[in-house]
């Protein structure tokens, strides 16, 4: 039998959306530091990635300002991971349709994918309001990109992106098609399973 604990690891208020640092406004993406136990929200209304320790104080990491195309704005940020390895935050920026890096401690962030000046396009270098993020153990990215209908395989440190599910531009309900994914999750044998959201179903794709 499985036996379930319910703990308060945030003291966040409920009921309504706010600014303060015990709200969050259409939270989104959420990752956590198995190391530490910090837990960081895409806060995505509030336009910040916020982290959370275990004795319910919290900061802002990224972001936190207006919308905008400076280094150091984001968004509308919609997932997040982190990644232990270089002590960061990979976040899919969903209105400027890009992925970015952001090292903890700083204060601007670094383009991983996506054209930042070019929103919603479907070349293999653009993407069209990427929601979630999935990344493998070697740091290669794996990105909804909902309304191109695909999911985009960047392999660490290229701009380029390599169509592994779905059809770019192309709607559908069959077996090899997508209708605007928005989560991506990869095990470890690098299958992946998405969340096809307006097919209502999940999709496992055998390691590409």
């Known amino acids: 039998m499985l036996c379930f604990i319910h703990t308060v690891f945030v003291s966040i208020s409920t009921g309504s959306s706010g600014s ?3 709200r969050l406004a259409v939270a989104q993406g959420i990752s956590i530091d198995e190391n530490s136990d ?3 929200i895409a806060d995505t209304n509030n336009i910040r990635i916020v982290r959370y320790f275990s004795n319910t104080t919290s900061e802002i990491v990224a972001g936190g300002t207006s919308c905008g195309n400076a280094k150091t704005q984001l968004c509308n940020p919609t997932g997040v991971y982190f990644e232990a390895a270089t002590n960061s935050l990979i976040i899919s920026d969903y209105t400027r349709s890009s992925i970015l ?3 903890i401690g700083t204060n601007e962030w670094i383009r991983l994918a996506g054209n930042v000046s070019m ?6 270098a ?3 309001h990427p929601e979630g993020i999935g990344v493998d153990v070697i740091g ?3 990105v909804p990109d909902s309304y191109n209908n695909r999911i985009q395989f960047f392999p660490v440190g290229q701009l380029e992106g390599l169509t592994i599910a779905g059809v770019t531009g192309l709607s559908g309900n069959n ?4 209708s605007v994914p928005m989560e991506v999750t990869v095990d470890n044998q690098l299958n992946l399973y998405v969340s096809d959201t307006n097919n209502h179903r999940v ?3 055998l390691r590409y």
Do not use: V
């Open 175 to 178: 077996a090899s098609l997508l």
């Open 20 to 22: 303060a640092l015990n």
């Open 119 to 124: 929103i919603g396009g479907n070349t293999s």
């Open 203 to 205: 999709q496992k794709f």
């Open 101 to 103: 890096r952001w090292i």
């Open 38 to 40: 910090r837990l960081y």
């Open 126 to 128: 653009e993407l069209n």
């Open 140 to 142: 290669n990215l794996y």
